[in-house]
């Protein structure tokens, strides 16, 4: 099997290693809450075991990931940018609409936050491109104002 090389922000591997951290941290809690649904009796028809059991797997599953993606993460590196890469931050003006996005690695993407994944297709038209410089998106004319 060919491990995949997951780029990360220091940012974001932090956020990681809390949410790992959080996670092993509630084994007991679930563990606890298994033991108790075993006593109700008739594991078959038993709500609570059954959502305890699903707690454990959930919760399993996402340790399982966290750790195989920490342990292929690659840091991105900040620094003085003069072009878009992973990890800077680029204010856009688009159509007259002013919008800052921070590139960063599929794993870490989340739109919401203004974290955009360079593999999105506003992200790849960003890859490589400088401050001033222009492109159309979309149909829109977009202008790169600034890269930190």
Known sequence: MIKKTVSLTA??????????????KSRPAIAAKIATAREFGDLSENEEYSSARNEQKVAESRILEIQEILKNAKVIRGGKRDKADLGACVALDM?????????????????????????????KALLGRKAGESFEFNGKEVKITSIQ
């Open 11 to 24: 940012d974001g591997k932090k956020e990681l290693e809390k949410e790992l951290d959080e996670l092993i």
């Open 95 to 123: 159509g007259g609409r002013k919008v800052e996005y921070t590139l960063v690695g599929p794993t870490e993407a989340n739109p919401l936050e203004g974290k955009i994944s360079n593999e999105s297709p506003i992200g």
